[in-house]
């Protein structure tokens, strides 16, 4: 990236932050890529004959799914974002309307993929991981039949999408949540740019975060309890497995090489409060981070978890800039 390019988004991202603060959100600079790319694509691509591909099979499992939509124009090779949908980790699966506001990457020039994994109540922690990382290599090692640039990959997530792809974004290398679905075991499973929109981050302090955000009185357990989500993911009680949960965390892995981070979080969300983002930009931009130039942290006051004050077309537009920016 030119230090030109990098100014010129600059002023894009000036008018973008005076359209955030005048309904009452904060926000930062936006983040400059540092993380170099795993390989070079092979020259000449071929010329594109399917843009569309359902239900495309990287793993042997059912959940094991992915659907591809390059856009509608152009041989590529193009530049992809990987969709990871939310649903607590128990509910939710990778299809899009017609209308889904993912979509509009599409009409400024990205590929982008919608992956489906296996929830908690299909198989426990590490699997989520595993499958998104097993979509992501299989991707990856079938970028010139896709059409794809395998050096430009972005991941966006919301909720517990949000937590898988911000664990690709920190996780590079680390085998334990690396896993094997899939094959391509030569083949990485990182990612160049993170969109991460109100995501878990450190497990163990969501009950704290919960009462600072106002929703619940001092010494409330919720997340602790065997039957919450993230405890339901681990198969046990959060309080009573902490190097599961360490294992799970994204802030765990937080090295300087890590791609570029955006992180959108509402100040009013009871389900995961705003403290999980503050605290994983605060570890993003520390000593052992990628510094506060990669990291981009927006809070949007009264938002809740989701809805239109992400879903809406500016909002989504902003974050298409970013990966804009980031996989130039």
């Known amino acids: 990236m030119t230090h030109r390019a990098f100014a010129s988004f600059l002023l ?3 008018a973008a932050l005076l359209v955030a603060c005048s309904s009452g959100g904060s926000v930062t600079s936006p983040p400059v890529t540092t993380n170099p790319p795993p390989a070079q694509n092979p020259p000449n691509p071929p010329t594109v004959t399917q843009r569309t591909w359902f239900d495309e099979a990287y793993g042997s499992q059912a959940d094991q799914r992915l659907d591809l939509f390059l856009p509608p124009t152009g041989n590529g090779p193009f530049r992809l974002i990987i969709w990871v949908h939310g649903g607590g980790w128990r509910n939710g699966n990778k299809t899009l309307a017609a209308s889904a506001f993912q979509r509009r990457a599409l009409s400024q020039g990205f590929a982008l993929a919608t992956v489906g994994y296996r929830l908690s109540g299909v ?4 699997a989520q991981i595993h499958d998104v990382k097993g979509a992501v290599r299989f991707l990856r090692a079938n970028a010139r039949r896709f059409a794809l640039d395998s050096t430009r990959f972005g991941a966006w997530g919301l909720s517990a999408g949000a937590h898988l792809v911000s664990l690709l974004g920190t996780s590079g290398g680390i085998q334990v949540v690396e896993g094997t679905v899939g094959g391509n075991a030569g083949t990485s499973s990182r990612v160049q740019a993170v ?3 109100f995501g878990p981050t450190d497990f163990l302090q969501m009950d704290a975060g919960l009462v600072t955000a106002g929703c619940n009185p001092p010494g409330t357990v919720e997340q602790g309890l065997a039957t919450s989500e993230t405890s339901q993911l681990l198969g046990a009680a959060i309080g009573l497995v902490p190097n599961l949960v360490a294992q799970a965390n994204p802030i765990t892995y937080i090295t300087p090489d890590d791609p570029p ?11 995961v409060p705003f403290t999980q983002s503050v605290i994983f930009d605060t570890a993003l931009r520390g000593p052992a981070g ?9 809070l949007i006051t009264g938002a809740g978890h989701g809805g239109t004050q992400f879903t809406n077309d500016t909002n989504v537009d902003r974050v298409i800039a970013f990966f804009n920016q980031v996989l130039r």
């Open 290 to 298: 990628i510094g506060s130039a990669n990291v981009s942290l927006t």
């Open 123 to 126: 198989a426990k922690w590490p």
């Open 261 to 271: 981070f955006l992180i959108h979080q509402g100040t009013a969300d009871c389900t």
């Open 12 to 14: 894009m991202s000036s």
């Open 195 to 197: 969109a991460d929109w």
